[in-house]
């Protein structure tokens, strides 16, 4: 079956420091988004992407924040510059559209550690 | 404002039924969500309503009604790796492409 994957699992940075997490939607779906979830709390949507453009973005999704899809595969987002609240587990998840397009995948996620 | 209500914690035993109940206060509404997430886990998906009634797949059914912005999720005959937590989701079609998530039950099953 196919799946939503995220690397790294883990990213360990250092309060300032850029980080850039990874994710491969499923090959033919459309809609491409980002959620944040901090532990034992609900799940927050950061941003939505389709047609190779932000659809829509949160209060949380900031300057610090972007994202690019780079090549037809892989779906990137970028914290410039972390600071210790940006700690969370960030969820990659891609949809399709017509019958199945209230269905979300989600990745496996990367939890971010920032210290 | 979008906001999305849930129980905070359910607990009941194996074998037996439990709902969790989700209302929602959303500008627009396209249709109401429901996903699992184990501990450490990724959220899957279980169902999705978009009109008024009862949605069943397998063990798991979900109800809608739009009138009172409410849903729930029903599980039967309940299992021990049924245990999780639950997200309610709305797609508000005012927001566009934007999901907004309920803050979770988390339902523990006993033997």
């Known amino acids: 079956e196919p799946e939503v994957t995220q690397t790294p699992s883990h990213q360990v940075t250092q309060m300032g420091q850029e980080v850039i997490l990874r994710c491969v939607p499923i090959s033919n779906h459309l809609y491409f988004y980002w959620y944040r979830q901090i532990l034992g709390q609900k799940v927050e949507f950061l941003v939505s992407f389709y047609n190779n453009e932000i659809s829509e973005k949160s209060e949380i999704f900031d300057d610090q924040f972007s994202v690019e899809r780079p090549d037809g595969s892989n779906f990137t987002l970028k914290i410039r510059s972390t600071k210790l609240e940006d700690s969370a587990m960030y969820f990659c998840?891609?949809?399709?559209?017509?019958?199945?397009?209230?269905?979300?995948?989600f990745g496996a996620g990367t939890r971010l550690s920032v210290l | 404002g979008q906001s999305l209500e849930q129980p905070s914690e359910v607990t009941a035993v194996e074998g037996a039924i439990v709902q969790i109940n989700c209302t929602y206060q959303t500008s627009g509404f396209y249709g109401l969500s429901w996903y699992q997430q184990h501990d450490g886990g990724a959220p899957t998906f279980l169902s999705y309503?978009?009109?008024?009634g009862l949605e069943e797949t397998g063990r798991f059914s979900s109800f809608l009604s739009r009138s009172d912005s409410y849903g729930y999720l029903l599980l039967q005959e309940l299992q021990m790796k049924d245990s999780a937590s639950y997200f309610c989701?709305?797609?508000?079609?005012?927001?566009?492409?934007?999901?907004?998530f309920g803050p979770g039950t988390r339902l523990s099953v006993l033997p």
């Open positions: 309503n978009a009109l008024d």
């Open positions: 998840a891609s949809r399709t559209s017509g019958r199945s397009k209230n269905i979300q995948y």
């Open positions: 989701a709305v797609r508000d079609d005012n927001y566009g492409q934007n999901f907004v």
